[in-house]
């Protein structure tokens, strides 16, 4: 840094050496016009900094070369090549004439060949990234000796990832963390999508294999007559999508309602209301689900409750129990599920909407009033419209997340309802299932992989086409320019 | 100031008011004073027909703080607080480094891996916990704790939209001044960045230190060898629910 501000820059040189900012025309000015030692750094990818005198980065990128060599050779090797077919050979117990005892053949495990297989595209795919860029990098080292310009030590390198390319330092971790958690594992379930790996085809002791698109015909109503995915997929979609709305659109409703309604200058004491309601947020989701579960459970609380109610009022005989089907029958629990939400969902929505509605606009509320606007004008026109543009974003992705609400479906039923519709339980599915409650259930319970990622997958593409076309309805531009 | 008529109608409005805002509060607190109030019954089933315990006693209490044979709850609280602590200081140095790299440094490749985080984001969690855990297995993480710390926190890099937000909003001056005065990026990020961040920085620390507390679903998978003693609360709490309703269900 000090050498570089003291010695006077030669600027036209340095400009001489900006590349074109697209990486694959970099990429053809080295190969063309690079010398013999920045082409051998393709084979060799320390070449080109061995032959500019930078040993100790020469060394650490052919010991780079060196590891993924190893690798493949080591590792790669034994999946790859059998990528095609999943493997071949089936476990079996032989008896081993040598040490008289029945042993496992050497047999292939699909998954493993499946996951590892991946795994070495992955790295293989980054080796050729960074190869190719190393050798952008080379060329460039190549035109600053030409030019006579400075070349880096390797202190000096060092020394730019923490200035112009810290943002590598910064990303490298992160990013190797999302892809080993979630790059990786979703690119392996989406290609089970395209095999038959179920509970007849568990490695280690079966194999499974590539079957194409049948598996997406069968939930997409093809297949068998003893299938019933389509029926049920179609069931368990509409579900999903009237539960996302109710589901947002009640709390999202509730909460600007209840906070306008603390807000509002005559109530007393709104701090301490808003506590009490804050009080049901600080019991954790997992703890206020199940409790609720017991408490609506047919012989809970709330119906012993209904009952005593009811006897003390002479509705029903002394000794009748009322057995309400909150959580077991269809319809019952669709509905009790929904309003179990609303109590759940409500005491946030109102913590934010509490947020946005301090910075309401009072100067055009009051002229409205002046003009004569009733309290239901304001809401409506007012109110309203400021809300939905600063929360617009967040009820989308509140949208998307009640697709994937996952815990308060799952808390609630699993262990408690059982379908009695038997297509629906020929798929293992029921009728308060969400898509991926019901994926959830494939995978832990039936070991049914393939159907369970073609859900996944269905999923996917409802998600990311609601918010695209919300998105694309909703914001114009994105404004982080703004405050930049 | 003239003094306002009482007006009557008003009143009426108000009183209306103040019940149903009563109501609300009832209707949200009933299952939580329930919850409490069982917790001190001496009865050890679940009590269907009384809502308030028929005999008080702080019995559960002192069995909770006991280790049994089936329940260790002070091994649960200590392997959940040790994971949210490991889980807290990782999620939290990889959400800031991300957020801060998005939103102060410019480079090629920002746009394009902000798109594709957004994409990730839309596939559901629950699809890749399968992959998820053979991962692990293949590691030898399975049954261990550093798998679940892994797993709460090796991906939170994508969770740093709300950080960035906040990030976006210091002024760009401070960080050109810094520059001149000869400041690295790192510098300005450790320097002058994150102590401006403390809001945010709380946030996340709070934010993903609550995640092993509430998260069930991925502890039951990797922790399902059975040993007891290894698990977090929460997947002691869904077996002694588990078990509760085994035994009193009639």
């Known amino acids: ?484 | 100031m003239e003094k306002k008529p009482i007006n009557t109608k008003q009143l009426v409005k108000d009183i209306f008011r103040h019940v149903f805002i009563v109501l609300m509060v009832a209707v949200w607190l009933v299952p939580i004073v329930w919850l409490v109030a069982t917790s001190f019954s001496a009865y050890n089933g679940r009590d269907m027909t009384n809502f308030f315990p028929q005999e008080w006693s702080l019995i559960q209490y002192q069995k909770l703080f006991t280790p049994d044979t089936v329940a260790n709850f002070p091994a649960w609280f200590m392997n959940t607080f040790k994971v949210a602590c490991a889980c807290c200081v990782v999620s939290t140095l990889f959400t800031l480094m991300v957020a801060y790299a998005t939103s102060f440094c410019d480079f090629k490749s920002r746009k394009p891996l902000m798109n594709l985080a957004v994409i990730l984001n839309l596939f559901p969690g629950v699809l890749s916990m399968i992959a998820v855990y053979f991962i692990l297995k293949a590691l030898g993480l399975t049954n261990t704790h550093l798998g679940l710390i892994l797993v709460y926190s090796a991906a939170s890099g994508l969770g740093y939209l709300i950080a960035k937000g906040f990030f976006d909003t210091v002024p760009r001056a401070l960080c050109e001044a810094a520059k001149l005065d000869g400041a690295s990026q790192a510098r300005t990020f450790i320097s002058v960045i994150i102590p401006l961040s403390k809001p945010i920085i709380v946030y996340t620390i709070i934010s993903s230190f609550l995640v092993p507390w509430m998260d069930f679903v991925y502890a039951k998978m990797i922790m399902n060898s059975g040993i007891s003693d290894m698990w977090t609360v929460s997947i002691g709490l869904y077996n002694m629910l588990d078990k509760a309703l085994i035994n009193q269900c009639h």
């Not at chain 1, 579960?293 to 000794?319: K, V, Y």
């Not at chain 1, 009033?369 to 007012?382: E, L, M, P």
């Not at chain 1, 309802?417 to 832990?444: K, M, P």
């Open chain 1, 1 to 484: 840094m000090k050498a570089n501000t003291m010695a006077p820059k030669p600027v036209s040189l340095e400009r001489d050496l900006t590349s074109s900012g697209h990486f694959f025309s970099d990429l053809r000015t080295a190969v063309v016009k690079g010398d013999a030692f920045v082409k051998l750094s393709l084979l060799w990818w320390g070449a080109g900094y061995a032959r500019r005198k930078q040993f100790f980065k020469a060394a650490v990128m052919t010991l780079l070369e060196a590891a993924v060599i190893w690798f493949t050779v080591a590792f790669a090797f034994q999946y790859v090549p059998k990528f095609g077919t999943l493997g071949t050979v089936q476990a079996e117990q032989i008896f081993n004439m040598e040490t008289m005892k029945t042993e496992w053949n050497n047999y292939d495990d699909s998954f493993q060949i499946l996951l590892f297989s991946v795994l070495s595209f992955v790295v293989w795919i980054t080796a050729v990234a960074v190869m190719l860029k190393n050798m952008v990098n080379v060329y460039q080292l190549q035109r600053r000796e030409e030019l006579g310009l400075h070349i880096n030590t390797f202190k000096e390198d060092v020394g730019t990832y923490l200035n112009e390319k810290f943002h590598i330092t910064l990303l490298s971790l992160p990013v190797l963390g999302v892809v080993m958690f979630n790059v990786i594992p979703l690119l392996i379930l989406i290609l089970v999508a395209f095999t038959n790996y179920d509970q007849q085809h568990m490695p280690p002791t079966a194999l499974f294999t590539w079957t194409g698109l049948t598996n997406f015909i069968n939930l997409f109503g093809g297949g068998g007559l003893t299938l019933t995915f389509g029926y049920s997929f179609a069931r368990v979609l509409v579900w999903t999508l009237v539960w996302a709305v109710f589901a947002t659109f009640t709390t999202y409703f509730g909460g600007i309602l209840l906070s306008l309604f603390l807000n509002n200058k005559r109530t007393k004491l709104p701090k301490l209301w808003r506590a009490l309601f804050i009080v049901t947020i600080a019991v954790p989701q997992f703890v206020s689900l199940l409790l609720v579960r017991n408490f609506f459970a047919d012989n809970g609380i709330f119906n012993g409750m209904l009952t005593s109610a009811a006897t003390a009022l002479g509705i029903i005989a002394e000794g009748t129990t009322l057995n309400f089907p909150w959580l077991t029958a269809p319809g019952w629990a669709h509905v009790t599920i929904v309003l179990i939400n609303i109590w759940i969902g409500v005491p946030y929505q109102m913590l934010i909407a509490t947020g946005v509605l301090t910075n309401l606009p009072v100067d055009q509320i009051e002229s409205s009033r002046i003009d004569g606007a009733n309290a239901c004008q304001t809401f409506r026109y007012i109110t309203m419209p400021y809300v939905l543009f600063v929360t617009g974003p967040a009820l989308v992705t509140d949208f998307v997340k009640n697709i994937n609400n996952f815990n308060v479906i799952y808390l609630l039923t699993q262990d408690v309802y059982t379908t009695t519709n038997q297509a629906l339980a020929n798929s293992q599915a029921t009728e308060v299932d969400l898509l991926v409650t019901w994926l959830f259930r494939l995978t832990q319970d039936y070991y049914n992989y393939k159907m369970a990622s073609v859900i996944g997958i269905a999923v996917f593409v409802i998600c990311a086409v609601f918010t695209l076309v919300a998105f694309n309805f909703m914001l114009s531009g994105d404004k982080e320019g703004v405050y930049n």
